[in-house]
């Protein structure tokens, strides 16, 4: 028996293999009773010879360490025990102490590192398995019921068999940590672990800055990138209400294959073919694109019940983007997923028109069909009110002169441009009177633009109350068409929230009254107007504000007029805006006044945190501004929403109850959702007890990966690549 001191580094490689043959011929143990040591020089070697395990001292250092490593690699360490309490010499002892834990004492047999297990098992033994697992158990046990295994606490390096992640009874996160350089296994600065705040993904971590996301779990592979085939081994990935872990096993024993984290802030997968006498890095980079791979897909196995969204190839999912499409990714062709894009007709730029025109060809044939015959029955009833040819008196509407509308907004002088909505220009204009107007001007182009015209006419000139906006005429004459508005001096309430320098003008207390008024319109269009109305498209930029500030809800270019007995309208055409439709309708088509109350509950939101949900970032997370309110909220912090503009002065029973609300009215279902009589009452009721909301809807929806440095050619990020495919709703 040599009692050399062993020095492992490749440096020394030729001389540890000698030493390990030596140590061979010694007929090393996998079983460490409770009465034998291990001390330097001797060694446990598991059953098959694959790992060995002892005390090594790196190169360089003078520090001593119990580590594990592969028997014919002892240069690659794989465990180290006491990384952060080395010793000084090589005077240590490894064995089990009275109570049965592992421990490793040094030369004045202090403890330098105990297993600490919670269980006391004085019969135990512990044993080097053959898959590198260091396990202390009941001496005659021979199941896998250990007291303690070495995989629970990972250094730098994922073995195949080895969990990453999480025991969500316990909470005990497991994940690897870089050694701080190589010759110091002490921990660094690299972390590569399962965040699952929300759905979850992989981390890379220098300190807590994350150089690397994989993007949330898709259900098929971590969004954001690429899959590779892969024959070395299955991924199994695990998602339930106990685990939630990662791990990986290889397809053929022959395979001996490793993921380790290296402290220059790579992801680092070697391989070791049969025969071979070197190791391959068969990856090296900031993520392993075999550790997504296709862990649904053919050979993986996948476990996931605890999250309703599972997407996968072939089958109806739906993934939602809010945000402007800026990550997507092209796939290899196996693993095709076809993307469908549904989009607001007003979003769509004119080039695609004739695509839309085509792909909505039968819904606007029966569109025109409905036209007809609504006109029909408008010319019967003006027969019958016998009106006289004038069009305006069918709408009770005062009709504008053309010319005096041209007068008024001079021309139509880019001047006089106030803003620009999805069907045309508006613009502002005096009257001879000197009263001040707003005028919408339709583009002559746009074939919805009729449409949306008539309606609107036909609708808001039925529509009165503060909050919303007034009609005061319109005017067709040719092929133009335009609605007359008063005019709003304080623009819309996106020019004031969501801008750094103007939304300090908006204070709370006024927050708060502008959330109430648009809440008491919405109500009164849902509920106490004439006709009952859907708006459809309830966003902060429609919040027209007067002089006061008053908000005034505007634009029912696609507004809805609804049957009283009828709670759910199904449409072709889905159009709205995206980070306010609500699931049903922009999934299904489906819409009732509780798609209103979903884009009030966004509106509430970003009134409350001065945020756009649609742009929303967070450096920790991927969800939009309702998946973010909700995390603050679950986690009893939802005043961390608030706009840091208002904060000085706001009242916080008012916030808080701004954000319950605005949460009760995102839930994905609509029947979960409240009327707009019970918001109403809700925010304006100091001391309602309040429903407790569920998740919201859509608040996963985006995919996307931040800091991007792709080191493989077969990943890239397109944009062009994207098939833009406007879906007809079923
Ligand atoms: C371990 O040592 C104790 C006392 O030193 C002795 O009683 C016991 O039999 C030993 N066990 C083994 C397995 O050698
Ligand atoms: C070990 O230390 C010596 C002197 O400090 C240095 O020259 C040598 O490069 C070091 N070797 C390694 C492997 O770090
Ligand atoms: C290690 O250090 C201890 C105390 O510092 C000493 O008693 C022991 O002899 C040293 N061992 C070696 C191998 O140098
Ligand atoms: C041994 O460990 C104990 C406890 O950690 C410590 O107090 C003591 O100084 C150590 N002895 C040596 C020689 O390092
Ligand atoms: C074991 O537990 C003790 C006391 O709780 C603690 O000081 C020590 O750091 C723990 N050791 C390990 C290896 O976790
Ligand atoms: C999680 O921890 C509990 C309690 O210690 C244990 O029973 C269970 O086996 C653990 N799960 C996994 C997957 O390790
Ligand atoms: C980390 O990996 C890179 C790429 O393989 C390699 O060049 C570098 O030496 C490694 N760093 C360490 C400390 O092992």
Partial sequence: MSYKPMKIHPSLFFHTVFLSLLLKFCSALDILTSNAT??????????????????????????????????????????VANRENPLGNSSGVLTISPDGDLVLLNATTGVVWSSNSSRIEPASVAQLLESGNLVLKRKDD????????????????????????????????????????????????????IDH?????????????????????????????????????????????????????VSDDSIITRLAVNQSGLLQRLVLNKGDSSWTTLYSSQNDPCDEYGVCGANGICKISSRPIYIRKGSGGCFMWFGDLIDIREFSEDNEQDIYIRMPASELGHSKKTKLVLITGVSSLSGI????????????????KRASENKGKDIELPLFDLNIITTATRNFSLTNMIGEGGFGIVYKGTLSTGQQVAVKRLSKNSGQGIQEFKNEVMLIAKLQHRNLVRLLGCCFEGDERMLIYEYMPNKSLDYFIFDQDRKALLTWQKRFEVAMGISRGLLYL??????????????????????????KISDFGIARSFDEDLTEIKTKRVIGTYGYMSPEYAVDGKYSVKSDVFSFGVLLLEIVSGKKNRSFHHPDHHHNLLGHAWLLFKEGKALELVDHISELSFVESQVLRCIH????????????RPTMASVVVMLSKEGEA?????????????????????????????????????????
């Fill in 661 to 672: 609300v605005g949460l009760l009215c995102v839930q994905k279902l609509s029947q979960d």
């Fill in 369 to 384: 069909l409905i036209l007809c015959f609504m006109l029909w029955c408008l010319i019967q009833k003006s027969k019958r």
């Fill in 142 to 193: 021979n199941t896998e019921n250990y007291i303690w295994q070495s995989f629970d606490f990972p250094s730098d390096t994922l073995l195949p068999g080895m969990k990453m992640g999480w025991n969500l009874s316990t909470g005990a996160n497991r994940y690897l940590t870089s050694w701080k350089g190589n010759n110091d296994p002490s921990p660094g600065d690299i972390t590569y672990r």
């Fill in 690 to 730: 309040l429903p407790q909301p569920k998740e919201p809807g859509f608040f996963v929806e985006r995919s996307c990966t931040e800091t991007e440095t792709s080191t493989s050619g077969e990943r890239r990020i397109t944009q062009n690549g994207v098939t833009i495919t406007v879906l007809e709703a079923r």
């Fill in 197 to 249: 705040l929300g759905m979850p993904q992989f981390v890379l971590r220098k300190g807590s800055e994350k150089i690397f996301r994989t993007g949330p779990w898709n259900g098929i592979r971590f969004s954001g990138t690429g899959v590779p085939s892969n024959i070395l081994f299955k991924v199994i990935f695990v998602y339930d209400k106990k685990d939630l872990y990662y791990k990986y096993e």
């Fill in 526 to 551: 849902h509920q106490d107007s004439r006709l009952r109305i859907i708006h459809r498209d309830l966003k902060a930029s429609n919040i027209l504000l007067d002089c006061d500030l008053n908000p």
């Fill in 38 to 79: 291990i001390t330097n020089g001797k060694t446990l070697v598991s059953l098959g010879q694959s790992f060995e395990l002892g005390f090594f001292s790196p190169s360089n250092s003078s520090k001593w360490y119990i580590g594990i490593w592969y028997k014919k690699f002892p240069e690659v360490i794989v465990w």
